[in-house]
Structure formats: C-alpha cells, structure tokens
C-alpha cells in the first residue's frame, strides 16, 4: 500500500502562484509515476502533469508554460508549481501514483481556488 499526503492548497487571485506538494509512503517501487488531476464542479477527473521515475514528464496543453511538475525525495515526493494561475485553475487536485505492477493509489484532493 501506497499512502499520498497532499498540502499547498488554498485560495489566490488570478495571476498568483502556489505549490502543491504530495508524499507518498509506504512500498514504493521503483518505477513508477506520480502526477496530479483536478476535478472541477460539474467535470470528470483530468490530468494535469505527470512525472516518471525515469524522468519523463508530461502536462495538460491547459496548463503548458505555466505549472511545472518535479521528483524529490528520492522520487517519493512530487510537486508542482502553478504559476499565472487562472479562474479555470479552480479544482480539487489529487496526487496520483501508479507503479509497474498497476496498482494506483490516490490523495485525500487539496482544494485550489483563483478567484478576484
């Protein structure tokens, strides 16, 4: 069992920044991927960023140039940076892991809210 503690959410103006964080413990293989989604009032869970234990990262076109998503920790904690956050940033954000072996877990969500 994989357990993923979230933190760094809150509320911001549009333009601001915030930094989301998630820890996972627990049996952590080595390969593996930790990324965060967001779900929106009314939408189903999309992704936003994921990074691979190899080094690969990925994002959402929504949020391209402006989140950024990095390993530490020896690759157990995962971050990521929004910047020029936006009213449609607004969303409940998981930390997601999934391994080689198919098993996925997922955070408790922090709330982030853009507003004015």
């Known amino acids: 069992q994989v357990q993923l503690v979230e933190s760094g959410g809150g509320s911001v103006q549009p333009g601001g920044s915030l930094r989301l964080s998630c820890e996972a413990s627990?049996?952590?293989?080595?390969?593996?991927?930790m990324g965060w989604y967001r779900q929106a009032p009314g939408e189903e869970r999309a992704l936003v960023a994921a990074?691979?234990?190899?080094?690969?990262?990925t994002y959402a076109d929504s949020v391209k140039g402006r989140f950024t998503i990095s390993r530490a920790n020896a690759q157990n904690t995962v971050y990521l940076q929004m910047n020029s956050l936006k009213s449609e940033d607004t969303a409940v954000y998981y930390c997601?892991?999934?391994?080689?072996?198919?098993?996925?877990?997922w955070g408790q969500g922090t709330q982030v809210t853009v507003s004015s």
């Open positions: 627990g049996t952590i293989l080595d390969m593996n991927a």
């Open positions: 997601n892991f999934r391994d080689f072996k198919m098993r996925e877990y």
């Open positions: 990074a691979f234990s190899r080094g690969g990262t």
